[in-house]
């Protein structure tokens, strides 16, 4: 779920080549996505504060490395996934155009609140702590999953996996949150934990998918996303748990910017292209039914 508060290119490379030539991505070459049509709603439009609309554009950074949420095409410059396609269906909306930035996860939140960014759009998982620094605007659910190399799922206790490889990103709740307590209880029963922590989750993967990894966690969309992709390399492993929303990032000095991407979000709901942003990355299972700040 959920990265925390804290670019490789994605090709289209099979395990052999994974492993030969030293990449850090699976397969991403089904390109999918949904061109979400939208049309400017004036209510939502009139709260965007002055000095963003007078720019015309919103500067967003994003962590390019999360599939199926944000990630590097084939071509390596252009980023695509179901925040992209969602969240330029917002700020349509809201009458603006969208440049995002890649950046590095754990210095989105710095870049947002210092003004860098106008916001930050990157599979934030909304908590006390996050919400101290910044606001957040609600519109996703995720839950954290597991996955391990094919045949090898069963094998995987996600509450006590004493003795294995995980690959994990850096600053994610995962890594901060959930990951501490497992590592202390398995050093405590003499079976220690070897943690591979990477900057981005495609590293991660590929260390599970080349074998340097026996398992890795990460949001629950970018597993499924993961598994897919790995054409029967990778599986699932145990179920998902610990949901909890994604939230858009905006500084606390720009509340209007906030509000108005509520607004935007409602409007996108009620016509279906909020859904259809979703549905054409299959992870229409993590809709939610409002959207709010700081829920």
């Known amino acids: 779920m959920q990265r925390s508060k804290t670019v490789i290119s994605v090709v289209a490379l099979g395990l052999m080549?994974?492993?030969?030539?030293?990449?850090?991505?699976?397969?991403?070459?089904d390109k999918k996505g949904a061109d979400v049509k939208t049309s400017v709603d004036k209510n939502a439009?009139?709260?965007v504060p002055k000095a963003i609309k007078?720019?015309?554009t919103l500067t967003i950074g994003t962590d390019a490395s999360y599939a199926p949420s944000e990630f590097l095409a084939g071509d390596?410059?252009?980023i695509e996934g179901f925040d992209i396609d969602l969240f330029k269906a917002v700020a349509g909306v809201l009458g603006l155009k969208v440049d995002f930035k890649p950046a590095s996860f754990d210095t989105i939140i710095t870049g947002v609140t210092s003004q860098k960014y106008d916001a930050g759009v990157s599979s934030f998982t909304i908590n006390d702590e996050r919400k101290k620094q910044v606001?957040?605007?609600?519109?996703?659910?995720?839950?954290?999953?597991?996955?391990?190399?094919?045949?090898?799922?069963?094998?995987i206790d996600v509450d006590k996996p004493c003795g294995l490889g995980i690959a994990v990103q850096k600053g994610t709740v995962q890594q901060e949150e959930d990951l501490p307590a497992k590592e202390k209880a398995c050093q405590a029963a003499g079976k220690p934990i070897k943690i591979f922590v990477y900057?981005?989750?495609?590293?991660?993967?590929?260390?599970?998918?080349?074998?340097?990894?026996?398992a890795m966690l990460a949001d629950s969309p970018v597993v499924a996303y993961a598994v897919d992709q790995s054409k029967g390399k990778l599986e699932a492993a145990?179920?998902?748990?610990?949901?909890?929303?994604?939230?858009?990032v905006?500084?606390?000095?720009?509340?209007?910017?906030?509000?108005?991407i509520v607004k935007a979000l409602d409007k996108l709901k009620s016509d279906g292209g909020y859904e259809k942003a979703l549905k054409g990355w299959g992870v229409e299972a993590g809709a939610v039914d409002s959207f709010a700040v700081n829920p």
């Open 238 to 248: 145990g179920d998902i748990y610990d949901a909890a929303p994604y939230g858009y």
């Open 17 to 29: 080549a994974l492993a030969g030539c030293g990449s850090n991505s699976l397969d991403t070459s």
């Open 250 to 260: 905006i500084a606390k000095q720009n509340e209007g910017l906030a509000n108005a």
């Open 45 to 47: 439009a009139a709260l």
């Open 199 to 214: 900057d981005k989750q495609d590293q991660a993967t590929a260390a599970v998918a080349n074998g340097k990894a026996d």
């Open 135 to 155: 606001d957040m605007v609600s519109y996703f659910s995720a839950g954290t999953q597991w996955a391990a190399a094919k045949g090898k799922g069963a094998d």
């Open 54 to 56: 007078d720019k015309g």
């Open 76 to 78: 390596g410059k252009t």
